[in-house]
């Protein structure tokens, strides 16, 4: 397969994504149903992200274009292991390891393997020889590179069973966000859904901001209003009580819209329904002096502006890590 037919297949499935026909609604419904997290409402923004970030023909094509592809690559193996924790997440992968002319085989997590399986299997339909390029197994053997996404727990059985092979293992990561004090009503809404998006399971969702002294929570706090309705979603909920039930217990002062706990803490990860927050007296001094920078995929404010978080660009790669660099050198 030469890499227009590659680019060309890839905007099929981006029209088909956009059709939204029966068959791919049902296919949605589905993964809703087998994952909670999933939510129709989180599962069309992930769909709509990939649409207009990564599968746009001009987008697409000068991201091609900046790596100088051609079809002189000796088609490798490589193994993806993908995790699972908000919809189509292994998606980039997927698409660096088909756009690059290498062969692939995806272990899907099983929070999360509804999704790709069933776009996999139109882009068959429409081309038979992709079966050659992409195929799916429960355990990954003798591939000749490996990407592997998970926690750092898992991270470490990664090292182990892929360190003699040429391999990206990613480990936590997760996102914080800088405030200055003045910001308005409208930016400090889309902070909430830098927060909030996919019940912030994401690594690109902030679970912690640095505020100035004597910062005035009370419009953080209302901004988070339009996500109240979280609090009908019964997982959130049970981790929201749960979580307020400690604060609580401990004795310790936090603030609440009775959706998203507030907690000063020096942790940059935080438990689902809260944000850790933090002072800080001058951003510079902040930047300089910041603790574990290994694991911030993204400081919104700083780096990406807010509300921009969950919309990753087809050259924004997970952990810093060329994708399309590592593939290009096998």
């Known amino acids: 397969m030469k890499l227009q037919n590659r680019i060309e297949l890839l905007l099929k499935l981006q029209e088909y994504l956009e059709e939204n026909d029966e068959e791919w609604q049902m296919v949605k419904h589905t993964a809703s149903?087998?994952?909670?997290?999933?939510?129709?409402?989180?599962?069309?923004?992930?769909?709509?992200?990939?649409?207009?970030?990564?599968l746009l023909k001009d987008k697409l094509t000068k991201w091609v274009n900046h790596y100088?592809?051609?079809?002189?690559?000796?088609?490798k193996n490589v193994g993806i292991v993908m995790a699972g924790n908000i919809p189509l997440v292994g998606f980039h992968d997927?698409?660096?390891?088909?756009?690059?002319?290498?062969?692939?085989?995806?272990k899907l997590s099983s929070k999360d393997d509804i999704l790709l399986k069933h776009l996999i299997k139109k882009m068959y339909s429409w081309e038979v020889t992709t079966q050659n390029y992409i195929s799916f197994a429960s355990i990954l053997k003798g591939c000749d590179a490996y990407i592997a996404t998970g926690s750092n727990n898992s991270a470490r059985y990664f090292d182990y069973y892929f360190s003699k092979y040429p391999s990206i293992i990613r480990k936590n990561r997760t996102s914080v966000a800088i405030l200055k004090g003045d910001e308005t009503t409208d930016i400090l809404e889309k902070l909430s859904d830098d927060i909030h998006t996919f019940f912030g399971l994401g690594c690109r969702n902030v679970t912690k901001i640095f505020v100035p002294e004597h910062y005035d929570?009370?419009?953080l706090l209302q901004s988070f209003n339009h996500y109240k309705y979280f609090a009908d979603h019964h997982k959130y909920r049970n981790?929201?009580?749960?979580?307020?039930?400690?604060?609580?217990?401990?004795?310790?002062?936090?603030?609440?819209?009775?959706?998203?706990?507030?907690?000063?803490s020096d942790a940059l990860f935080s438990p689902i329904s809260q944000l850790n927050y933090g002072f800080y007296d001058e951003i510079d001094g902040l930047l300089s002096n910041l603790k574990h920078k290994?694991?911030?995929?993204?400081?919104?404010?700083?780096?990406?502006?807010?509300?921009?978080?969950?919309c990753p660009k087809l050259s924004d790669y997970a952990d810093g890590i060329d994708t399309m660099q590592f593939l290009l050198t096998l």
Not at 94 to 106: K, N, P
């Open 33 to 54: 149903v087998h994952n909670g997290w999933f939510t129709p409402l989180f599962v069309d923004l992930s769909v709509k992200n990939i649409i207009d970030e990564f």
């Open 294 to 310: 290994e694991e911030i995929q993204c400081i919104a404010g700083i780096d990406i502006p807010f509300g921009k978080a969950q």
């Open 94 to 106: 997927f698409l660096c390891v088909f756009i690059s002319g290498h062969i692939q085989t995806i």
């Open 217 to 219: 929570f009370v419009p």
């Open 239 to 264: 981790n929201y009580d749960y979580n307020l039930s400690i604060q609580i217990m401990n004795n310790r002062f936090y603030m609440t819209n009775e959706t998203t706990l507030l907690v000063e």
């Open 68 to 75: 100088y592809l051609d079809d002189a690559v000796v088609p």
